[in-house]
C-alpha cells in the first residue's frame, strides 16, 4: 500500500516528538537546566538546516514572503517555548499543559476559515477525536486553589502563538521550498539563544556536565529532526489533518513511559491513549 508523503513525515514526527518527549525531562530532572536545554535545541536545529540546503540542491529562497513566514515560524514556535518556561516557573503545570496542547485547535480553525480546508466525514470525527486525546494525555495530577494570574496570561499566549505557527508553516509552504522555510525557522531559534541564556537563574545548582550536555544534544536532535519533517508534512498535507495528528505525540510518550517505568496507565491515561489510537486511524484515511 502507498503512503501519501504527508503521511509518512506526519507519522516520522509524531513518533520522533513522542520518543522525544520520553526523555525530555531527564536533563531538566539530573539538574540540567530547561532554558539551557532550549540553548541546546537551537544548535541541534542547525545540522538539520544544513541536511534540508543540501537536499534542495543548496538552494535558499531568499524573497521577502519566505523570509518573513520562516522566521515569523521559527519566532512563534521558539518565543513560545521560552514563554512556557516562565509560564511553567510560577503556574500549575497541570493546568498549563493541557490548555497549551490544545493549540490545534487555533490551527483547525484557521485551516478552515481562511485555507478553506476541508477533511472528509471519517477525517472529521478523527479531528475531534484527537483534540479529546491531545488532551486526556496531557492531564496532569495536582490540586489545591488555582487563581489565575500572568501564568494563564503566558499560556494563553503560547496556546495561540503555537496554533498560528502552524497555520504559517502551512502558509510559508505556499510560497518557498519547506527546506527554505527550515533554514529561517532555525536562524530564528538561534536568535532567541541570549534570551534564553539570561532567563536562566545561574545561583541555582545545576548540572552542566559534558556527558549531559551531550546526552541532551542527542534528546533535544529528535525534536529538531522532528520539526524538520513537520515542515515536509504541511507542504504536502492539510494543515487541519496533519496539525491534529502530529498532536497525538503524547501517544508514543505515554507508551514509552510506562513501557521504561513499568506501571499500569491510570483510567485518563488509558481513555487517552484509546482514543489516540482511534483518531490516528481515522486521520490517516
Known sequence: MKV??????????????????????????????????YIVWAISMIPCAVVALWRNGWKLDVSFRAVFYGLMVGLLGAA???????????????IIFPFVSMSPVVTIALSLWL?????????????????LAIFFLSV????????????????????VMWGVQAY???????????????VYMTIAGVLLIPVAYYMTDFSLPMNTSFSWVSA???????????????VYAYRYGKAVIVSP??????????VLSLIIYAVFPGTILLIGLILATIAMV????
Open 4 to 37: 501519501e508523503k504527508w503521511l509518512m513525515y506526519a507519522w516520522v514526527t509524531t513518533l520522533l516528538w513522542g520518543v522525544w518527549g520520553a526523555f525530555s525531562e531527564m536533563p531538566t530532572k539530573a539538574g540540567f537546566p530547561a532554558t539551557l536545554g
Open 80 to 94: 513560545g517555548q521560552l514563554i512556557l518556561f516562565q509560564a511553567l516557573r510560577i503556574g500549575p503545570a497541570y
Open 115 to 131: 485555507l478553506k480546508e476541508r477533511p472528509n466525514k471519517r477525517q472529521k470525527w478523527g479531528i475531534v477525536v484527537a483534540l
Open 140 to 159: 496532569q495530577q495536582g490540586g489545591g486553589e488555582i487563581e489565575g494570574g500572568m501564568w494563564l496570561v503566558m499560556a494563553t499566549g503560547v496556546f
Open 168 to 182: 504559517f508553516m502551512k502558509l510559508g509552504n505556499k510560497v518557498a521550498s519547506a527546506e527554505s522555510i527550515f
Open 216 to 230: 541532551t544534544f542527542i534528546i533535544q536532535l529528535l525534536n529538531a529532526i522532528g520539526a524538520l519533517t513537520l
Open 245 to 254: 495528528l502530529t498532536g497525538l505525540a503524547p501517544l508514543i510518550t505515554v
Open 282 to 285: 481515522a486521520l490517516a484515511d
